[in-house]
């Protein structure tokens, strides 16, 4: 009889031992709240580079003067400001002409330059962007941004699922010129090298 009243009683019982509970709980509360963690800077970091391309392309689109590798090395300088992140980073421009015969003929889209920092490669032609570049009209000229940069996750863990793994996030802006026909870089001409135009746009006999 007695055993019968305590097992009543443990039944009705509703009293529990909160450091059990809490330790359950607790390693699914932290990953939560790592897992968050993560995601969030993830989508911070690339909210951050994207904001930052549109500002590079802005000021590219704004120069009136020919753009030299040491103009590149500043938007680079700036492009680390505006991210605020140790990680690695490089931005490639790249200009295109669209021009036509006459008339009656299409739009042709031609390579004007390419130029990178750092370990990003400059394009040798339209090819890795023919896809992607809209078409625009006779006489204009569209510039191409494109940024990239390394981010790895603050924090890593596995407890229940994987959160995020280090990855290169890269954007791309177009743009077109604001105040001058086109952007020009110096020393972009291919012939500079066999005798053609200087850096300063004149010819050697100059």
Known sequence: MLFKNRLAAFRKSQDGALSVEAIIVLPMLLWAIGAMFV???????????????????????????????????????????????????????????????????????????????????EHASLAPLEDDIPMLNSGDSLIVVETEMFWEPPLSFDLFSPTLDEMTMSYMVYTTPRTAPQVIFTGANPDDSEGGTGDDGSSPAD
């Open 39 to 121: 995601y969030w800077d993830a989508y911070k970091t690339h909210n951050n580079n994207v904001k930052a391309a549109y500002t590079l392309a802005d000021l590219i689109s704004r120069e009136e003067d020919p753009l030299d590798q040491a103009y590149l090395n500043g938007l680079d300088q700036i492009y680390d400001f505006l991210i605020k992140n140790t990680s690695e980073k490089d931005l490639r421009v790249t200009v295109i002409e669209y021009t036509q015969v006459d008339e009656n003929a299409p739009i042709v889209k031609q390579f004007g330059w390419s130029r990178a920092t750092g370990d990003m490669q």
